[in-house]
């Protein structure tokens, strides 16, 4: 499932053809992807200009001019691309160019649903669709379902050691179980969990209570890195994940853990081999020589 890197590299490339513009025309071709869709979920988005587009942990949050937030979800196979007519003044490496009209309707079996805003096209694509859509009133997003119990944002200034000390004191479980918790914090996942504790050198098995202050103010430090780090690669592309011009994302190309399992640990002075664990059903990756 995209990860918080993944979501923010969406996010920026469908910015320019949705932040401070009007949708013209809003479509949607079925009615439901994970959950069904809000009632006359397309009309309503239609003729509505999109405010700003920002991110909280995994979602992506369009605030409307009519008081409600479009909230979108990629789930595991979700993808949201944009296209735009060669001549239309759009480019950059967000968008994907076409000869054809945006105005020409040929979609795809998976193109779910589509927004048109100018000479530009949105089109999002699921093949599983485990994706997600909704629109909820923004003065109330700390009331949704699925937002309102959040942790802080591990780019964000409220993420900081004394946030995470606070959050895992007393803690038994493991220091991986406890960092996908997205009460504790939101946004990280499998990927980014693993190679964040092989930087900050702590065992994923770790009861998470009993790490001390200045390992968790180096963790929190990695955790930020490795995000940041990832952000700028265009994500990590394992299976389904492509970037909203449809290019991959290199991060993969950068791992130092995650699903190199039987390979040497690449801290140059380490002579470990990389091991995997399962914990609560997941693939962990590590090195047993330097994560104490």
Not at 3 to 12: F, K
Not at 226 to 242: C, F, K, M, N, P
């Amino acid at each position: 499932m995209p990860e918080l890197p993944e979501v923010e590299t969406v996010r920026r490339g469908i910015a320019p053809i949705l932040e401070g513009n009007r949708i013209e025309r809003a479509r949607a071709f079925r009615a439901d992807l994970r959950w069904p869709f809000p009632e006359r979920f397309a009309e309503r988005l239609t003729g509505r200009t999109v405010l700003s587009l920002r991110r909280r942990s995994k979602y992506i949050l369009g605030e409307m001019d009519d008081g409600h937030t479009w909230r979108m979800h990629l789930g595991m196979s979700g993808r949201s691309f944009v296209v735009a007519a060669r001549g239309s003044g759009l480019g950059g490496s967000f968008v994907h160019e076409i000869p054809a009209s945006p105005r020409v309707d040929a979609f795809g079996p998976h193109d779910h649903v589509v927004v048109d805003t100018g000479a530009a096209r949105l089109i999002y694509n699921d093949a599983r669709r485990f994706g997600a859509m909704d629109l909820w009133p923004t003065a109330d997003l700390e009331g949704h379902p699925l937002l309102g119990k959040l942790g802080p944002e591990p780019l964000g200034n409220l993420f900081n050691v004394d946030a995470l000390s606070a959050a895992l004191n007393g803690k038994t479980a493991s220091i991986k179980a406890a960092l996908l918790d997205q009460r504790v914090v939101s946004g990280l996942g499998n990927i980014y969990v693993c190679e964040a504790l092989w930087r900050a050198k702590i065992h994923p098995a770790r009861a998470a209570g009993s790490i001390s202050r200045k390992r968790l103010d180096a963790l929190v430090r990695h955790i930020r890195d490795v995000l940041a780090e990832a952000i700028e690669a265009g994500g990590s592309s394992l299976r389904d994940y492509r970037q909203a011009d449809g290019e991959l994302g290199y991060f993969q190309h950068r791992f130092s853990v995650y699903d190199r399992e039987d390979e040497p640990c690449t801290l140059m002075s380490c002579p470990g081999v990389v091991r995997r664990l399962v914990q609560s059903g997941r693939s962990t990756f590590y090195c047993p020589k330097c994560q104490k």
